[in-house]
């Protein structure tokens, strides 16, 4: 999703449904995606990667899709639990560059 | 835990003052990063160490200096800062000199600028 202004995106599920986190790229030249999970008060922390000559990875319990034809990349989270409730971030970098820049984050609200 | 260390957690700082930002990590990264995040805002990229050598500085303002002393230590020097410089202040470590690999985020420096 994209943000207006100073609000998140957010998307609420309920507990043990699946979540699907969206992110759109610009740069075609981009060749690695990273998800990032940020809680409130902490750092991002690393959740999955992915290379742009795949479509599909698989973590536990989380799985990134990478469609570059669009330029989008998601974010399936399985069974979602309290726990998952934070920012998610996807972050890119082109070829052969030091130059990891995020996304607009998506806030991940998970309720009972 | 994260394996990236930063102090101050919290800082406030008149416009006048000196202060320092510190980094440290003991993974035997080769690469070094400063990051600057606003409220709801991303991360945005500040400065780049490949090897103890700067690589990337994103057109930011001088009144910030960052310093590399040794593979394991990053501080960025504050000096003559603005209100608006307000912001958690992110450092972050990579493997690779080549930035292909996962960076490894520490909890944040908060700064406010009075």
């Known amino acids: 999703g994209e943000s207006v202004g100073l609000h998140l995106p957010t998307l609420s599920v309920q507990e043990g449904d699946n979540s699907i986190i969206n992110c759109a790229y610009s740069?075609?030249?981009?060749?690695?995606f990273i998800w990032y999970k940020q809680e409130s008060g902490k750092g991002p922390q690393f959740i999955i990667d992915i290379r742009s000559n795949m479509d599909k990875r698989q973590g536990q319990r989380v799985t990134v899709l990478l469609n570059k034809t669009v330029k989008h990349l998601s974010l399936q989270i399985a069974a979602t639990q309290p726990g998952d409730s934070a920012v998610y971030f996807c972050?890119?970098?082109?070829?052969?560059?030091?130059?990891?820049?995020f996304g607009t984050g998506t806030r991940l609200q998970v309720f009972p | 835990d994260t394996e990236v260390t930063q102090t101050p957690k919290h800082l406030v700082m008149g416009m006048t003052n000196k202060k320092s930002l510190k980094c440290e990590q003991h993974m035997g990264h080769r690469a070094m990063y400063w990051y600057k995040q606003k409220a709801k805002k991303p991360p945005e990229l500040m400065f780049v160490y490949s090897y103890e050598k700067l690589s990337i500085n994103e057109s930011v303002p001088s009144r910030f200096s960052p310093e590399c002393p040794n593979s394991s230590l990053l501080n960025l020097h504050l000096h003559a800062l603005q209100p608006e410089d307000s912001a958690l202040y992110l450092c972050?470590?990579?493997?690779?000199?080549?930035?292909?690999?996962?960076?490894?985020f520490g909890e944040g420096s908060r700064l406010t600028v009075l």
């Open positions: 972050a890119e970098n082109g070829y052969n560059t030091d130059k990891l820049i």
């Open positions: 972050a470590s990579s493997r690779q000199h080549e930035h292909t690999g996962e960076l490894f």
């Open positions: 740069n075609s030249a981009s060749d690695y």
